[in-house]
């Protein structure tokens, strides 16, 4: 499977922007995908995820009620719309997939795409 992240930028307090990720050669339809990000200094974190099937999804505790997350099945896309954005959300996002759902949502996905930041001034 590989993954290509897309749509950082930058944006002020209480902006939107949405995230893409491309995804090719997922064989097996019983994927998660999820987003991930790191700020400086800090470790990766989990953010969001959504099942290729069912689109079955779990979001961090920090981003419930403000971010999105969905999948487009034919285009295989998965989208991170990310709203009333905070300067702690500052980071390098980044996609990951993987068939164990468990897995991927603790962060040892077995596909990770390149990253792309996001910065968000106060």
């Known amino acids: 499977v590989q993954l290509q992240a897309s749509g950082g930028g930058l944006v002020q307090a209480g902006g939107s922007l949405r995230l893409s990720c491309a995804a090719s050669g997922l064989t097996y339809r019983s994927y998660t995908m999820g987003w991930f990000r790191q700020a400086p200094g800090k470790e990766r974190e989990f953010v969001a995820s959504?099942?290729?099937?069912?689109?079955?999804?779990n979001y961090a505790d920090s981003v419930k009620g403000r971010f999105i997350i969905s999948r487009d099945n034919v285009r295989e896309l998965v989208y991170l719309q990310m709203n009333s954005l905070k300067p702690e959300d500052t980071a390098v996002y980044y996609c990951?997939?993987?068939?164990?759902?468990?897995?991927?949502?603790?962060?040892?996905?077995?596909?990770w795409g390149q990253g792309t930041l996001v910065t968000v001034s106060s």
């Open positions: 959504v099942t290729w099937i069912g689109g079955a999804t």
């Open positions: 990951a997939s993987d068939l164990n759902d468990r897995k991927l949502r603790g962060g040892e996905g077995d596909s």
